[in-house]
Every structure is written in structure tokens, then in C-alpha cells.
């Protein structure tokens, strides 16, 4: 099996979702899908415990943005194979400090939670990040020889944010809880340099996964926090290609903080030999383009292990049709897009 399970028509597709309002567990007794597992829902319902080694993927990213930032943080477990990194990017001509690395056999630190409540660790040699759920939202915490950051991510009570399931068989299949628009405060020290994050300006974004992938693996996703042209708070989510073929999708708009579920499968289109021009992002409901500021390129390739992620920063500009038939549109909204593809 190979990801995509095939190409999503030009211009995108449409997709009738089901949303979950009961906690489900991901997995039946036996460690296989649980069909009623498959939708999506506004609050963490899923629990999430994968039995068996081998083939599992557990992983927690984060991405705090300020006017002068990023930061990232990033824990994935594959069971015989962790990462753990920690990044501090400026954003004035997006100068990169990359930390962290694999590691081999490692142990879960915490990711086997069903519920996701325990503190999340992960180390390579001099690396260290901690993320530790309070109820309130996450404390982020990273040690490396370069870069020390301590970071609260502050979530309501009532905070949505997206859940789905994506069944590609009985035996391959993957949870995501994609969250952003959250605020967050603290500081960042890279290089000697403080850096304070103040929640009135900086952004979080959160992407948790939790399943069994196929081998051969290629993903777009995208990710952005700004205004409408009415002024409205906006969040844009947006995935495609290792969700086409199946009747999910992680596409969704947070507007005033209400998360609405976009139903489209969506055509991504763009110039793998320029990545820095123009992408469009179209579906039936959906006219988006994105204009790259910069662009970055990761590899781990060891012939049967593989990552290759093309990642650009930029802003989106287009229009949304919600699911109530109200139209939004947008411009100068800042986030990223990337391409990932894996053999894992």
C-alpha cells in the first residue's frame, strides 16, 4: 500500500463526514480498527492506546509563532525509532537552530496514555523536551546546548479543536488532533539571546498522531492564524494526499474560536523544482492560495528509513465557503505548508 490511495480529482472533492460526540476507543480488543472510531469530532474523544510494537507511530509536535519567531518542539516515537528536536528560527531572514536526532529502541516516555493526560519526554544525548498537559493547556519545556525554552500553551474549557480518524484497512490507519489559534507565554533562550513570548501576540499550533501507517507515506499539510477581511479571528487547517481515497479529512476553519469542518478533499498543487512559487489549494468549498517567504528541506534517508519534509512559510490568501454557506475571505494570514514523504 501506497499513500496516496489515489489522486483526488482536479479542483477537489467533495466528502460526507460523520461527527463523533461520545468517547470511542481507536482500537477494538484485538488491536484493529474500531469502526466506530472513524469521523471526527470538536474535543479529544478518542482513546487512543495502540497494543502491539512494530508498526506504531506516536508522535507531538508544537509550533509557537511570534512576530519575530518560531519555535518548535517535536517528539516522535515509531518503536524502533524515536526523534526528538527542538528549533528556534528568526524570522527576519528565517535563520534556523535545529537541535536534537534519532535515537534507536527507544522508550515511550509517556506517549502510550490512551487519554494523552501524562507528561511526554523524550532524550538524545544533550536534547531534552518535556511536554507536560496541567488541564489548563501544556507546558513545553526544551534543554539543548543551544537553545533552553520554557513555554505555557494557555487552552479554555471550551476550546475546540479538530480529532479524525483515517482508516486506510483494518490494520493501517491514523488518529490526528490538529489544534491552533492557541496563546501562549514564556521565554526562549537560543544562543544567549532571550526571547520572551507574550500571549497577546504569539500562536500555537498542535499536531498529535497516533496509528499505524503504511510503509510508502506522502502527506501535504498546512497551518495558519490571522483576520478575515471582516476582522473575524481565523485558523486554517488544511491537509491533503495521504487522506485522499478514504472518507476523512482533516480540513477544518476555526473562526472566533468555532471550529467549522470543511468536507472537500482538496487538489494541492505546486512547483516541487520551485518551491518558493505560488501553491493552490482548491476543493468545491475552497479557493486558496499560498505565497512562500521561504522554504527548508529536512532528509534522514538509511535505504529502508526515510523523511524528506519541504517546508515553506508564507501567507494565505482566498476564500472559504462554510458549511451554513457563508463565504469568508482572507489575505495576510502567516503560517506554513509542507510536503512529507516517508518510507517508515
Not at 529502541?105 to 518535556?130: F, H, I, K, Q, S
Not at 520572551?196 to 497516533?210: K, L, N
Not at 477581511?229 to 491537509?239: I, M, T, V
Not at 535505504?303 to 465557503?321: A, M, P, Q, V
Amino acid at each position: 500500500m501506497r499513500l496516496p490511495l489515489r489522486p483526488v480529482a482536479p479542483g477537489g472533492e467533495p466528502v460526507a463526514e460523520r461527527e463523533i460526540v461520545r468517547p470511542v476507543d481507536l482500537c477494538a480488543p484485538g488491536g484493529t480498527l474500531n469502526p466506530e472510531a472513524v469521523g471526527w469530532t470538536r474535543h479529544a474523544l478518542h482513546r487512543t492506546a495502540l497494543p502491539g510494537w512494530g508498526r506504531n507511530k506516536r508522535f507531538e509536535y508544537w509550533a509557537i509563532t511570534t512576530p519575530t519567531s518560531i519555535v518548535t518542539m517535536n517528539i516522535s516515537n515509531h518503536d524502533y525509532r524515536a526523534n526528538v528536536s527542538v528549533t528556534f528560527t528568526d524570522r527576519d531572514g528565517y535563520r534556523e537552530i535545529r537541535q536534537g536526532g534519532n535515537s534507536w529502541l527507544p522508550r515511550l516516555g509517556g506517549l502510550r496514555d490512551a487519554r494523552n493526560a501524562e507528561p511526554m519526554e523524550a532524550r538524545r544525548r544533550d536534547v531534552l523536551v518535556r511536554l507536560t498537559p496541567d488541564g489548563a493547556g501544556t507546558v513545553l519545556h526544551a534543554e539543548s546546548e543551544r537553545i533552553q525554552a520554557d513555554i505555557r500553551v494557555l487552552a479554555a474549557p471550551d476550546h475546540e479543536s479538530m480529532g479524525v480518524v483515517v482508516p486506510w484497512g483494518p490494520r493501517v490507519f491514523q488518529y490526528t488532533k490538529k489544534d491552533n489559534a492557541l496563546a501562549a507565554e514564556g521565554v526562549v533562550v537560543a544562543d544567549g539571546v532571550t526571547h520572551r513570548i507574550e500571549p497577546e501576540t504569539a500562536t500555537a499550533v498542535h499536531d498529535r498522531g497516533r496509528g499505524r501507517w503504511p510503509y510508502f507515506t506522502l502527506w501535504n499539510w498546512g497551518a495558519g492564524v490571522g483576520t478575515t477581511a471582516e476582522g473575524r479571528a481565523l485558523g486554517l487547517q488544511l491537509g491533503g494526499k495521504w487522506t485522499d481515497g478514504t472518507p476523512s479529512t482533516e480540513n477544518w476553519v476555526r473562526l472566533d474560536g468555532r471550529l467549522h469542518k470543511i468536507g472537500n478533499h482538496l487538489d494541492w498543487r505546486y512547483d516541487r523544482a520551485d518551491w518558493t512559487a505560488p501553491w493552490t489549494i482548491t476543493g468545491p468549498d475552497v479557493d486558496i492560495v499560498f505565497r512562500p517567504q521561504h522554504h527548508s528541506r529536512q532528509i534522514f534517508d538509511r535505504w529502508l528509513i526515510k523523511s524528506r519534509s519541504d517546508t515553506c512559510f508564507g501567507h494565505y490568501e482566498g476564500r472559504i465557503r462554510l458549511p451554513d454557506g457563508d463565504t469568508i475571505v482572507f489575505s495576510q494570514v502567516f503560517g506554513h505548508v509542507e510536503e512529507v514523504e516517508r518510507r517508515w
